[in-house]
């Protein structure tokens, strides 16, 4: 499948990647009908999806079974008056349902939202009225269906609600026996250009309301540098990415660029994540691929991991934030597996990564990927020519648009200007590169702090910090100081062990411990125990909270 899409597909340096890289992208492109149905044309007995939840259930789909489900889910959506171009919110946790309505959708030339389950009334309203979104295919969970009611009393202008199971509401469409009855779909003779809306995400965000990321058909093959070079799969692969489906990392590392490779995906359904339970879920299903963003990684290490049959695991990638090196140490030395570490948004596929023919720098987030022409921006709009220079990370479209990259923020012209403007695309990230290429992260371009005339990034600390036994999680952020500025503050999660240690004494410990790893004058003089860090729905820390409660401490004490 890959070599209708690329010039070349198997390359022995990164010179020849990044020579010999070129992605074909047809005119009329449809991933539901141009992959899917074409491996069930081509491997119809081969396995697609392995999906198993915490309940002990299990299902097993080839690809043959994907474009049987998906014609009639489509068949459905189209009998009840779901079109091209109207908007579907998928509320679907990891339910195996997902994948069908995905490609369905695809097929009648709607533009799915997938969402995340952790989304209150007032959150639904909101997507609702932006988006003007049209139906929505929910779990029948009890308290999605509440906060999907009260939507719906809110805004009445919903045409549908479907249930998956397993309750079918009062009011509700059963999504399970109307595809059952339903007539298959069948593809029209002009469908779609590769340049009609796929899908859209609400974007999480640290800070503000969410925004609206519109990608067109071309955004799947973008997946290809994602899954075939930064994951390394191969067919005969088992992949698991931690993720649920209301999360960009989904269409990252469980759906396009995976099986256009052709992979055999594997999805665990749960419903509180557990250490433990991924990883006997790797040793029983004898995964050989997995992805997961640091935080996963961060709580796994924790475990005894010598109690778990590792040994079919060829391959480890992360992404989401950046990966603490103390994070990439301990895997190693448990598994003997280095983690490849990817850098990207829900706006964009995998702009830089650690990719098969370069080592391995623990904490570098590798390479730009060369479908994106990636540069470093001064705060002046000049590009960053040197090493260890700091700038944000942009995608230059002076060539246009490239093959991955979000079509805007829909209907906000404004904002879409903002972050792309003189044909950069600015991702309001901070890093710097070095002498070899490889680039690093700093922060986020908010979250900077400046101190005493000293510019000091927050992931550098928390590295440090994460460096330590005593801490789980961290988030460094600045505090207002009259002398220098801002000051360094520290908020910790703490491991069990070490809960009732926390006080002056391990204040002090701590902050030696950072002073002995980077520059003193970073040491955080700040430090806060917590037992949780606030995070947006896709798990991103949201230092701008924290600087806010901080902030709002610091009236109160006025």
């Given amino acids: 499948m890959l070599e209708r899409f690329l010039k070349q597909t198997t390359f022995t340096s990164l010179d020849d990647f990044y020579k010999n890289f070129a992605l074909y992208v047809p005119e009329d492109f449809n991933f539901a009908y141009d992959i899917m149905d074409e491996w069930a044309k081509e491997a119809p007995e081969r396995l697609a999806m392995i999906w198993t939840n915490d309940q002990g259930l299990e299902k097993q789909f080839t690809f043959a079974d994907l474009k049987r489900e998906s014609d009639k889910a489509a068949g459905f959506f189209h009998a009840i008056g779901i079109g091209k171009g109207d908007k579907v919110l998928l509320i679907m946790k990891r339910r195996y349902q997902f994948w069908i309505v995905m490609l369905a959708l695809h097929k009648i030339g709607a533009i799915a939202i997938p969402a995340s389950f952790l989304l209150t009334e007032k959150d639904i309203v909101y997507r609702i009225k932006c988006a003007d979104i049209k139906t ?17 009393a809110e805004w009445p202008a919903l045409s549908h609600r479907i249930s998956i199971g397993p309750i079918v509401p009062e009011g509700w469409l059963d999504f399970n026996a109307g595809t059952e009855a339903a007539k298959p779909y069948v593809r029209p003779l002009l469908h779609n250009k590769a340049t009609d809306p796929l899908l859209m995400y609400f974007t999480s965000g640290t800070s503000g309301q969410p925004k609206m990321v519109l990608h067109d058909q071309t955004y799947a093959i973008g997946h290809i540098g994602t899954a075939a070079f930064w994951h390394n799969l191969k067919p005969g692969a088992l992949h698991l990415t931690v993720s649920d489906s209301g999360w960009g990392k989904c269409a990252w590392g469980k759906l396009y660029g995976q099986w256009i490779v052709g992979v055999t995906l594997f999805v665990y359904d749960h419903e509180k994540f557990t250490p433990a339970d991924i990883l006997h879920k790797i040793e029983q299903y004898k995964i050989t691929s997995f992805c ?61 990564a650690t990719l098969p023919w370069i080592p391995t720098k623990p904490g570098s987030m590798g390479v730009p990927m060369p479908q994106y022409d990636v540069k470093l921006v001064r705060n002046d709009g000049t590009i960053v020519t040197k090493p260890g220079e700091h700038g944000q990370i942009a995608v230059c479209t002076k060539h246009g648009k490239p093959v991955g990259l979000f079509c805007g923020y829909y209907n906000d012209v404004d904002l879409t200007y903002q972050a792309w403007h003189n044909n950069l695309y600015f991702t309001g990230d901070v890093a710097y590169f ?28 928390e590295s440090a ?3 330590h036994p005593a801490v789980v999680e961290c ?4 505090v207002p100081d009259e002398i220098r500025g ?14 009732e240690k926390a006080g002056e004494e391990l204040i002090k410990e701590l902050q ?13 003089r700040v430090i806060e125990f917590v037992d949780e860090l606030p995070k947006t729905h896709s798990g991103k820390i949201r230092h701008v909270e924290i600087r806010e409660k901080d902030a709002q401490k610091a009236q109160k004490s006025c």
Avoid at 439 to 452: L, N
Avoid at 475 to 478: D, E, N, P, Q
Avoid at 486 to 499: F, M, N
């Fill in 434 to 461: 070095d002498e070899d290429g490889y680039y690093w992260y700093v922060g986020r371009a908010d979250d900077v702090i400046k101190s005493s005339g000293y510019r000091i990034g927050p992931f550098e600390v």
């Fill in 465 to 467: 910090l994460m460096t």
């Fill in 292 to 352: 997961a963003p640091p935080t996963i990684y961060r709580f796994m290490i924790r475990e005894n991991l010598s109690k778990f049959d590792l040994s079919s695991l060829q391959y480890a990638t992360t992404a989401g934030e950046a990966l603490n090196a103390a994070v990439y140490q301990k895997f190693l030395k448990a598994t003997g597996l280095q983690i490849k570490e990817g850098f990207g948004q829900t706006e964009t596929t995998c702009l830089l």
């Fill in 512 to 524: 030696q411990h950072v002073k002995t790893i980077t520059a003193p004058y970073k040491y955080p």
């Fill in 475 to 478: 988030a460094i952020t600045g």
């Fill in 486 to 499: 801002q000051i360094v503050k520290a908020t910790i999660v703490l491991g069990k062990e070490w809960k």
């Fill in 136 to 152: 929505i295919v929910s779990c029948g969970d009890e308290e999605i269906v509440k906060h999907v009611n009260d939507a719906y």
